[in-house]
């Protein structure tokens, strides 16, 4: 059995929820009240959404950074 790692994006809600996402796997995100919990659970999702991509072939991505972009508007 091999390991594959994957990218997580982490947000905090307004109300403290922890919500995080893995983009390269379509529909994989999942919440908790505390990182750990909602990471657990993210686990969970994972699982059940590698089951229904019909092949290994997933989106693979390599993430790169993070950047700033200033935009106005009214």
Do not use: W
């Amino acid at each position: 059995m091999k390991n594959t790692y994957f990218t997580v994006y982490i947000e905090q809600d307004e109300d403290g929820i922890f919500i995080g996402s893995i983009p390269s796997v379509p529909s994989c995100h999942a919440q908790g009240k505390t990182q750990a919990k909602m990471l657990k659970n993210l686990q969970e999702v994972l699982k059940l959404c590698l089951m229904n991509v019909k092949s290994k072939n997933f989106q693979k991505t390599r993430f790169v950074g993070i950047q700033s972009l200033e935009a106005t508007y009214a």
